[in-house]
């Protein structure tokens, strides 16, 4: 796909969905991965706090800054500039009050350029999602497995399991809808437990990552999706193309060219005419 795109609206995006035509999501962080996916038709990018654990080597999402992801965000925001941009806004960044919440979702919108913001939680954060959608930011809800929590989750696994734990979840969805969110990213929980509440939502959009077939469209950390991270496969992610063991192939070509001495090879770099070099060392000489 080489042609320029026209950027996906709100409108657009619950459109196809309305058309049973399923959204396609990914993360990223930066331009040249952003270009790509939109080059590729991506109809939505999530610049996302994991990117403390794949970008910065993290061991959480916690340690995540404001201007961390305003940074990347900006950066994904100019490698594609005709997709929907969603920035993720990191720990303790909205928690602390709604005023809070407004003002660092208004950066995502005017420092990086854009389109909605995401915060996870459920009822407890519905007071952030109103005060974000009167300010008039799209904002996304986040359920089931929610990083930023994880401490309290018990650790990266699958949420709502039980019928009462399924139960707050649902409720926690019609809240989050009830309160002005666009969209809601349900992370790993349960396939039936996805399609329930993608069948009872009127005004979101209800997305997947881990969480089945039957959401109005699909998340994949792009790490996970093409190799990139070398701690851990999560089981909810396919791997579409192996990208880091080309990369590693690569690296280790170059160091065994370096180390041989075939690399560079004389089209690697530029010489100097005899006579110039000549005059240069008569002048050094004299």
């Not at 979702?105 to 009822?123: N, Q, S, T, V």
């Not at 969209?183 to 990552?209: F, G």
Request: proline fraction near 5%.
């Amino acid at each position: 796909m080489n042609e320029v795109r026209k950027k996906p609206t709100l409108p657009g995006l619950f459109k196809k969905a309305a058309e049973g035509k399923p959204i396609t999501w990914l993360t990223c962080y930066d331009y040249p991965t952003a270009y790509l996916q939109e080059q590729a038709g991506v109809d939505m990018i999530l610049v996302g706090d994991s990117l403390g654990m794949t970008m910065l080597g993290y061991d959480s999402t916690l340690p995540v800054t404001m201007d961390d992801m305003i940074r990347h965000a900006a950066a994904v925001r100019r490698g594609a500039p005709n997709t929907w941009v969603i920035g993720d806004m990191p720990y303790m960044s909205y928690q602390p009050s709604i005023e809070s919440a407004i003002r660092n979702a208004g950066r995502f919108m005017a420092e990086a350029g854009c389109d909605a913001i995401k915060l996870e939680g459920g009822a407890a954060v519905c007071d952030r999602i109103r005060g974000i959608v009167d300010a008039g930011i799209p904002a996304v809800g986040h359920l089931g497995l929610t990083p930023q929590s994880v401490s309290a989750l018990g650790g990266f696994k699958l949420q709502g399991k039980s019928a009462s734990a399924a139960k707050k979840i649902v409720e926690d969805a019609t809240a989050l809808e009830e309160a002005g969110a666009t969209m809601i990213l349900l992370e790993l929980v349960p396939d039936r437990v996805c399609q329930l509440i993608t069948e009872r939502a009127k005004n979101s959009l209800i997305m997947s990552l881990g969480s089945g077939p039957h959401a109005h469209g699909q998340l994949l950390i792009y790490h996970d999706a093409f190799a990139l991270y070398p701690k851990f496969k999560p089981r909810m992610a396919k791997v579409f193309a192996d990208a880091g063991a080309v990369i590693r192939q690569g690296l280790e070509a170059y160091v065994r060219e370096v180390s041989d001495k075939t690399f560079p090879a004389a089209e690697n770099y530029f010489g100097m005419s005899d006579e110039e070099f000549d005059e240069l060392t008569r002048s050094l000489e004299a």
